[in-house]
């Protein structure tokens, strides 16, 4: 078969861009660029935040760039994303010379690294850079001189919804379909079972269908077909939803807990957090 039908074969085809990826060059942290609506969100709320209008917006970080030959003026702010395993450098870099900057940086290893006198940001916010990579994104900054630490919610929220568009524009997002009470899939039955909860349909209770007339009419169907049920069981499939979910947010709950290392404070730390009370 000639190679251009062999690839019209498996195009939009899933499981054959999964199994295609994974022989993809691994992606790290220090070739992700950011995409534009994203480093916008962030930008505009910089600005707000720290009343930085009619500042000069530096961006260092392109592609063969170079930050330490970059040419930094007394009105410029440098708001970028650096490479991650050279931020602490980048940071000591600004912090002597008395450059304004609000840079990205990576969630999990925020506070990693040497004592630096920054503001942390740890927004843990999911971005999909321009070379795909999902990156949990925090930033650090030197523009607010009273906190150590802020989780900024607000920024959280635009720069997630800025991201969210960005995918949506960068690939095509298939349907989700919400069915009645009288309705069960089977993706949607074996939940249940996994969750601990018995759920039965009698044979006079319901009726095979491969779609409702609503989809009909737009050419649809129910993926996998479904059951139409009687109002008997539609009320105890509602009841097993509701208990399935429960019990999923329980053991989530408890999972999340067990999981977790509680590490205590010492007699040393405990002094030193008094000493930090009683100052004024």
């Not at 220090?30 to 910089?46: F, H, I, L, N, Q």
């Amino acid at each position: 078969m000639p190679r251009a039908e062999q690839i019209g074969m498996f195009a939009d085809n899933p499981q054959y861009d999964a199994f295609v990826d994974k022989f993809q060059p691994k992606k790290t942290t220090d070739d992700c660029y950011t995409p534009e609506g994203v480093y916008s969100a962030v930008k505009d709320w910089v600005v707000q935040e720290y009343g930085l209008q009619g500042a000069r917006i530096v961006r260092p970080f392109w592609p063969e760039g170079d930050y330490e030959r970059e040419e930094y003026g007394e009105n410029d702010v440098v708001i970028d994303n650096p490479p991650f395993s050279i931020i602490t450098r980048i940071v000591k870099f600004y912090t002597a010379r008395g450059i304004r900057f609000f840079l990205f940086a990576p969630t999990l290893t925020l506070f990693s690294g040497r004592s630096l006198d920054v503001c942390y940001l740890p927004c843990g916010v999911q971005i999909t850079y321009e070379n795909g990579a999902i990156v949990n994104t925090s930033f650090i900054t030197n523009l607010d001189g009273e906190y150590r630490i802020r989780t900024a919610p607000d920024l959280y929220k635009k720069v997630e919804e800025a991201d969210r568009q960005n995918r949506r524009e960068g690939k095509k997002e298939l349907p989700k379909y919400e069915y009645p009470d009288f309705v069960i899939t089977a993706a949607r039955a074996y939940q249940y079972g996994q969750r601990g909860v018995d759920f039965r349909v009698k044979k006079q209770e319901c009726r095979k269908i491969n779609a409702l007339d609503a989809q009909k009419e737009q050419g649809k169907t129910i993926f996998g077909s479904g059951f139409l049920l009687n109002r008997k069981a539609a009320a105890e499939k509602a009841a097993a939803e509701k208990a399935a979910a429960e019990k999923a947010a329980a053991e989530k709950a408890a999972a999340e807990k067990a999981a977790a290392i509680y590490w205590p404070l010492s007699e040393r730390e405990w002094a030193m957090v008094r000493e930090m009370e009683d100052r004024p």
